[in-house]
């Protein structure tokens, strides 16, 4: 239901103060769907009235979130049997913190990258080959490069934003350099601890070696391993380290965001991401508590 008169009708109840207008309302702009969100969000750009302009987009920012929140929680449940793409959870995260995001505008600039990938690995060649051939695609053909880990910004954070300029902060960018190896079918995943993750490559439940995403995926065994988080002031015992699947990796994204939110005071999001991660269980991962340390 896109008629102009109809949605402007609708829009003329938004402050109807009526609880069962208001029920009535929202149920009929759910059940609308993506197309009547669209067609509220065009009409906020068409309108010249400041006020109705901020009333819709107000309204259109709200529905945006219930229905991706909707997406996400079934999302979560097939991400727990292991039968949904990480690369769509990275969208619909995408979506819930940039209100009208399209899943053909994230889908289209990266299926590129996931082709080519796909057309130079394959089961014949090693799995080094094959993460070479990932790393080299990604840093150097694509030139996707982190930005300081403890610089937080929308601008290194926001899947938008880091597609378009391909730089981020490193989570952002392992999220997406995870979800683009596994569409590709290459089997790297999280090697986790309290407070952060290491990229590895893993194969019939063993790890054959690690990536470090701040050197463009540079390749290096267990024994180095140690050093490595020593250089990033973490010193742990690496065997109480364990391989998450997807649901892990979107977690910690999600939590790298509330905290940025949550610096800024900005409760709303806050709030929202919570909601979301909810979905995933209630175990997290980057922040290290007092009592860990």
């Not at 059940?31 to 065009?42: S, T």
């Not at 929308?154 to 934003?161: A, H, K, M, R, V």
């Not at 993750?197 to 180095?224: C, R, T």
Request: net charge negative; hydrophobic share 45%.
């Amino acid at each position: 239901m896109t008629d102009t008169k109809d949605l402007e009708y609708l829009v003329d109840l938004f402050d109807d103060p009526d609880l069962q207008v208001a029920s009535a309302l929202d149920k009929k702009i759910r059940q609308g769907g993506p197309e009547l969100l669209d067609a509220l969000r065009n009409m906020a750009i068409e309108t010249e009235d400041e006020a109705r302009r901020d009333i819709i987009n107000r309204k259109f920012i709200y529905y945006s979130a219930a229905s991706v929140l909707d997406q996400l929680e079934k999302y979560a449940a097939l991400a727990k049997k292991e039968e949904a793409t990480l690369l769509e959870g990275a969208y619909l995260v995408s979506a819930l913190l940039t209100p009208g995001y399209k899943r053909a505008a994230f889908y289209d600039d990266l299926i590129p990258l996931i082709g080519e990938i796909m057309s130079e690995t394959s089961e014949d060649k090693t799995a080094v080959e094959n993460a070479r051939i990932l790393n080299h695609i990604f840093y150097n053909r694509y030139r996707f490069t982190t930005t300081d880990p403890f610089s937080f910004s929308e601008d290194n954070s926001l899947f938008i934003n880091v597609i378009e300029k391909r730089r981020g902060n490193p989570v952002a960018i392992s999220v997406l350099y995870f979800a683009i190896a596994h569409a590709a079918g290459l089997p790297v995943y999280p090697l986790c601890f309290k407070g952060g993750f290491v990229p590895v490559y893993e194969e019939n439940g063993k790890i054959l070696f690690y990536l470090n995403v701040f050197h463009k995926g540079e390749i290096f065994m267990q024994d180095s391993l140690s050093a490595m988080m020593a250089t990033q002031g973490i010193d742990m015992d690496t065997s109480s380290m364990v391989v998450k699947k997807d649901a892990t990796i979107l977690t910690m994204y999600m939590e790298l965001i509330a905290f940025y939110y949550d610096q800024k005071g900005n409760k709303a999001m806050v709030e929202l991401l919570a909601k979301a991660m909810s979905f995933f269980g209630n175990q997290r991962y980057m922040v290290i508590d007092e009592e860990d340390e």
